[in-house]
């Protein structure tokens, strides 16, 4: 087992205990608990509901949810996994809620305001939205699967499990999601050579 792995399982393992042990009352575990998992579960709805913006809430309302049914958790599948899937749920919702939410028409538009005023020169800032871009490309299906098995750190198994598909299909989604990346990305590297 490649260490990556092997520390994956070890942080997986760590946190479905203190998920157990904060089920049982135990306030330190719930602490724990959100630290060894915060990261993954905001990294996974940034890039699954495509919006930073609301990601942080998305990240609060998956852990709200998650200790409003934590004396439903018995532990039988990790709980990075059991709460990948109510982030996913979360996300949904979202996206459902905004969907049928009215639209206000000629006021300024305040999200691209506050982008403009963002610091660009921060490492990384330019090339995380240049990502969010990539990722909006793929179908969904296809997005969810690279995004479990390439950012989050699933397995392919896991990733199975928490879609409820074949792995072989998740095989094909990553690697479709991967030819199609590397198609636009080699798209935009010819155009801006062509054209600069």
Same mark, same amino acid.
């Given at each position: ?37 915060? !990261? ?18 998305? =990240? ?5 949810? !998650? ?6 958790? %018995? ?93 072989? =299909? ?8 991967? !030819? =199609?990346? %590397? ?9 801006? =050579?062509?054209?600069?």
């Amino acid at each position: 087992m490649p260490a990556a792995r092997a520390d994956r399982a070890s942080v997986d393992a760590s946190a479905t205990a203190w998920a157990l042990a904060a089920r049982g009352g135990d306030p330190d575990a719930a602490d724990h608990f959100v630290r060894a998992l915060h !990261a993954d579960v905001l990294r996974y709805v940034t890039y699954l509901s495509g919006d930073p913006q609301t990601a942080h809430d998305l =990240t609060q309302d998956t852990f709200a949810r !998650a200790f409003g049914s934590l004396h439903r958790y %018995e532990g039988r599948a990790s709980a990075r996994t059991w709460l990948l899937s109510i982030a996913r749920r979360a996300v949904a919702d979202s996206l459902r809620r905004a969907a049928v939410r009215p639209r206000i028409a000629d006021t300024v538009d305040w999200q691209t305001a506050v982008e403009g005023t963002q610091p660009r020169g921060l490492p990384g800032f330019d090339d995380g939205i240049a990502l969010l871009d990539l990722l909006e490309a793929l179908p969904d299906e296809r997005r969810e699967a690279f995004l479990l098995t390439q950012v989050v750190g699933l397995s392919y198994e896991e990733a199975a499990g928490f879609t409820g598909c074949p792995i072989g =299909t998740v095989r094909s989604r990553v690697s479709r999601a991967r !030819a =199609t990346l %590397e198609r636009v990305l080699r798209e935009a590297e010819s155009a801006s =050579t062509q054209g600069g």
